[in-house]
Nanobody, 126 residues
């Protein structure tokens, strides 16, 4: 059974930083795409960032580009999302998801991902 465990969320002031982690069990992130998505109350899910573990290509939404960094530690089978310069509008539940390499076209399209974690809440106060 594939399980993704997201952690690292919390309450932070605007301008602060958080690092989210996503650990997989029953799945190797090797040869996968791993994405971070978020959903704020009353809003649709949106893509944040993704990384393809086979070539280390990264992709970011315009809203987080330059502030967030996604990375992959293959030894720990963990993906991180470093979030800096946080803004109140970044407040959301953040989810990690994964799909096998070659099984997707758009790395920022959530519908193309097969496995999802439970989410971790990030709250940014003004």
């Amino acid at each position: 059974e594939v399980q993704l465990q997201a952690s690292g969320g919390g309450l932070v002031q605007a301008g602060g930083s958080l690092r989210l982690s996503c650990v997989a069990s029953g799945w190797s992130f090797d040869d996968s795409a791993i994405g971070w998505f978020r959903q704020a109350p009353g809003k649709e899910r949106e893509a944040v960032a993704s990384i393809s573990s086979d070539d280390d290509n990264t992709y970011y939404s315009d809203s987080v580009k330059g502030r967030f960094t996604i990375s992959y530690d293959n030894a720990k089978n963990t993906v991180y999302l470093q979030m800096n310069s946080l803004k109140p509008e970044d407040t959301a539940t953040y989810f990690c998801a994964t799909v096998a390499a070659g099984d997707y076209n758009d790395p920022l399209e959530g519908d193309e991902y097969d496995y999802w974690g439970q989410g971790t809440l990030v709250t940014v106060s003004s």
